[in-house]
């Protein structure tokens, strides 16, 4: 008796439903403002300290090209992922082939595909000065032509614009790309 009853609630269940009993369910189902319940999501910026670079750097080589007769370093003590906004932030340096070099301390988000540049310097022996224009600026998308756009591209984020996890990201700038982190790349 028992697998009748289930044979039966089966193919109760189991059967179509014509267009207008469809239609009538969703009328009555579906009433009021659907989006009254659901917040609106608002990135917000997580606020920023300039870094404390008293305890040193750790500059590693990047390969950027064209490199156009400059040397680019990034300090892989200073690569921080924002908990909240999740911005890469680093401090990169960038010298000239006379030797003389330039700081930026930077952030990129890869969600986006936006820059900021939050303070510069021109000797890691003295502290950075802030920015005064510290807005988010598009990365340029034409080949060889942005610093940031490669270190977003080659570095930084992966294809679905999310950034790699910290220890992903420094390996891939020590290493270069591996098997092991391309599983969305």
Request: aromatic share 12%; proline share 4%.
């Amino acid at each position: 008796m028992l697998k009748y009853v289930v044979y039966s609630l089966l193919l109760h269940v189991a059967m179509p439903l014509n267009a207008s009993d469809v239609l009538q369910r969703m009328e009555t189902d579906v009433s009021g403002d659907l989006t009254a319940d659901v917040e609106e999501y608002q990135w917000q910026e997580e606020k920023i300290a300039l870094p404390d670079f008293s305890r040193g750097y750790d500059f590693a080589s990047l390969e950027i090209i064209p490199s156009r007769g400059y040397d680019y370093w990034i300090d892989l003590n200073s690569i921080h992922i924002g908990s909240v906004d999740q911005v890469v932030r680093f401090l990169i340096k960038i010298n000239s082939s006379s030797g003389a070099g330039n700081l930026f301390y930077q952030g990129i988000n890869c969600r986006t595909g936006e820059y900021k540049q939050y303070a510069y310097g021109l000797d890691q022996n003295q502290p950075l000065k802030a920015n005064s224009n510290q807005q988010w600026q598009p990365l340029s998308r034409q080949p060889g032509i942005s610093v940031n756009q490669q270190l977003a591209d080659n570095y930084f984020c992966d294809k679905l614009h999310i950034p790699f996890q910290r220890r992903t990201l420094i390996n891939r700038i020590k290493y270069g790309k591996t098997t092991e982190d391309t599983e969305f790349d």
